[in-house]
């Protein structure tokens, strides 16, 4: 009963997190955003109302007050710019921007949808509808809408993909809230295995969509954009393995056909790609350099707190066999080089670093597949990938095993 209601607890914490911050900060920091800007960007002749409720056109700006004359009496009043509430000429500008943003996007909307063909026919209608907009003007639509197995199945994935990705966000929020000392209700260990519980049921879910959608093209595009991007190669594989040779020959098929071969090169048993970038001391350095050496590859940020959290017991590890010939080369995916040099100062992160300074769009990181930081790899001494993702107690037990 007592861990039920841990769980129950920490679910309703998430939730109601998620609610204040959605549906609370963010709107009101936007509106404080908006606000700023509207007084910031005040002109003569703009008709304004002060948060007293005064009103008036605007006569004279500085960069701090603002001078108005009241339309009746034509008496001027000056009073600083965070006294002014609203701006009608900017209010109406920005109603009409919004009404014709919101009227292209619904355009856009009823006008696109992704349709999958194949050798079973897909039933697609398009019309031409007349709408007509708040403000009484009418626009051109077209409306396409298109059935079948294939495209059902495609938009089933795409929902389990988005209920996926909600899962990792709320075990993100409950853990962090944790390891802040912000919920008591239950401890770290208790959620990881909740969290870890949930994960299995919607892994299982997805085994059982796979399995009976293995004939149809829908379920080359799922493994392709969720499953190679989420789950152990061992898994993809198997998902591969099992789609019909109709699935495996056709255009989507082939695509995840070379993602799948692009992800066997980065896991284990396949020989790590080579890595040539620059090291914070502006010159090249390469991973092959380093064969003949047990390597960890480290793809690390200086922005990534698990990162530097992990950074101590990689250290440890590090000076313990350095000296037996193991070596660290770390990726970052940092964009500018100066918090990137100081977290390997202030670290004392004494080892080989590279980057390309791109961030998410460094293309090291897309060839090994790097969705999520930190990702580590163990190279043997011949450049064979022999263990990735390894972290803290499991991953200072395995390094040992190399040398003791």
């Known amino acids: 009963m007592g861990s039920s209601g841990g769980y129950s607890s920490i679910i309703m914490i998430i939730l109601m997190l998620v609610i204040f911050y959605l549906f609370l900060i963010l709107p009101e920091n936007k509106k404080k955003k908006k606000l700023n800007e509207m007084r910031s960007n005040l002109k003569v002749g703009d008709d304004i109302v002060t948060i007293g409720g005064m009103m008036g056109k605007v006569v004279h700006v500085t960069d701090d007050s603002v001078t108005f004359e009241t339309s009746e009496d034509q008496v001027r009043i000056q009073v600083a710019k965070w006294a002014i509430s609203t701006n009608a000429r900017a209010e109406a500008q920005a109603a009409k921007e919004a009404q014709e943003r919101k009227a292209a996007k619904q355009k856009a909307k009823e006008a696109k949808k992704e349709i999958l063909v194949s050798e079973i026919p897909v039933v697609v209608t398009i019309a031409t509808e007349l709408r007509t907009a708040k403000d009484s003007s009418t626009y051109e639509t077209l409306s396409i809408e298109a059935v079948g197995d294939e495209q059902k199945v495609y938009e089933q994935g795409t929902q389990m993909i988005m209920t996926a990705s909600f899962m990792q966000l709320g075990r993100m929020f409950a853990l962090s809230n944790i390891l802040q000392g912000k919920d008591t209700t239950m401890t770290l260990d208790s959620a990881v295995v909740f969290f870890d519980m949930m994960d299995a049921r919607m892994n299982e879910s997805i085994y059982n969509f796979v399995d009976s959608a293995k004939n149809n093209y829908g379920v080359a595009y799922f493994i392709k954009d969720y499953m190679i991007r989420s789950m152990p190669f061992d898994t993809v594989q198997v998902a591969y393995d099992a789609l019909t040779d109709r699935v495996k020959q056709s255009a ?35 991973l092959s350099s380093l064969r003949g050496h047990y390597v960890l590859l480290d793809f690390w940020a200086s922005w990534c707190g698990p990162c530097l959290r ?33 977290a390997i100062k202030k670290n004392d992160m004494n080892w080989h670093h590279v980057s390309s300074l791109k961030g998410w769009e460094c293309p090291v990181a897309k060839q090994y597949n790097v969705t999520g930081i930190p990702r580590m790899y163990i190279i043997d001494p011949e450049g064979k990938i022999i263990a990735q993702d390894l972290r803290g107690e499991e991953l200072a037990n395995f390094v040992a095993g190399l040398y003791e």
């Open 310 to 342: 992990e950074v101590p017991n990689v250290k440890a590890i590090y000076e313990k066999y350095h000296d037996k010939g193991f070596e660290i080369f770390g990726v970052s995916l940092d964009e500018t080089a100066g918090p990137w040099k100081a």
């Open 252 to 286: 989507p098929g082939l695509e995840l056909k070379n993602a799948v071969e692009a992800l066997a090169a980065v896991s284990i048993g396949g020989t790590a790609p080579d890595i040539t970038l620059m090291t914070p001391d502006s010159t090249e350095l390469s």
